[in-house]
């Protein structure tokens, strides 16, 4: 049988684990990442890139994006929540500071990303 296994990366803080989908570094794509947060009221995120966009979806719960352009200044805030029949992405252009809050226990947010996370181009 044709197959691979691989260890994935997992980050675990007191905010809840961030995991390393699939490290597409060596092609154009990019990685993907699940976050889970650990109760209602938790933030993630609050911070921005220069070099990459970011497409964002929640697999469960609910959870409040707050968005600020880092030249402008202007800001929108919205839910995005898990659904039976809809799912919802939301794509973050560079320079977009982004938060996401959680507003139920059990929230999931799966993210990609269009290159692979680097310190040096996370900006708070």
Same mark, same amino acid.
């Given at each position: ?69 880092? /030249? #402008?200044?202007?800001? %929108?805030?919205?839910? !995005? ?6 799912? @919802?992405?939301? $794509? ?7 938060? /996401? #809050?959680?507003?139920? %226990?059990?929230?999931? !947010? ?6 692979? @996370?680097?310190? $040096?181009?996370?900006?708070?």
């Amino acid at each position: 049988m044709n197959i691979r296994i691989h260890r994935i990366e997992k980050k675990v803080d007191a905010r809840g684990e961030l995991v390393v989908f699939k490290d597409y570094s060596a092609d154009p794509f990019g990685q993907i990442y699940f976050v889970s947060f650990n109760g209602s009221g938790i933030s993630r995120g609050n911070h921005y890139h220069k070099k990459w966009k970011e497409w964002f979806g929640v697999v469960t719960g609910r959870i409040r994006v707050d968005l600020e352009d880092v /030249f #402008t200044g202007a800001k %929108d805030s919205f839910v !995005l929540c898990s659904s039976t029949t809809d799912y @919802w992405v939301i $794509e973050i252009c560079p320079y977009i500071k982004h938060t /996401f #809050t959680s507003l139920s %226990d059990d929230a999931i !947010l799966l993210n990609y990303a269009s290159g692979k @996370w680097d310190k $040096e181009d996370d900006y708070k």
